[in-house]
């Protein structure tokens, strides 16, 4: 049973950072492609940034692109989203989701962390 267990939510102020972590069980997180989503209230969760195995192709949401970075540690087995440059509409709880080798999807999912940003 895999589980990812996000971390590194909270509440900052607007133009503040923060760093979100992702902590996987599992021995072969090295081969998942991972991803980082969130859904603020009253919207539908949206994709923010994704890795692949190796960290070596990165992809991310126009809304956050310049801002957030996407990395992983595969020694590790984390994955991180750190956030520059906070936004009010950054306001959300944030996922993290791992997409096993051959998958067109997301297959295992943690259960969030808040994210707030006051202006």
């Known amino acids: 049973q895999v589980q990812l267990v996000e971390s590194g939510g909270g509440l900052v102020q607007a133009g503040g950072s923060l760093r979100l972590s992702c902590a996987a069980s599992?021995?072969?997180?090295?081969?998942?492609?991972m991803g980082w989503f969130r859904q603020a209230p009253g919207k539908e969760r949206e994709l923010v940034a994704s890795?692949?195995?190796?960290?070596?192709?990165?992809g991310y949401a126009d809304s956050v692109k310049g801002r957030f970075t996407i990395s992983r540690d595969n020694a590790k087995n984390t994955v991180y989203l750190t956030m520059n440059s906070l936004k009010p509409e950054d306001t959300a709880v944030y996922y993290c989701a791992a997409s096993y080798p051959g998958a067109l999807k997301y297959n295992s999912w943690g259960q969030g962390t808040q994210v707030t940003v006051s202006s």
């Open positions: 599992g021995r072969t997180f090295s081969t998942w492609a």
């Open positions: 890795i692949n195995w190796s960290g070596g192709t990165t």
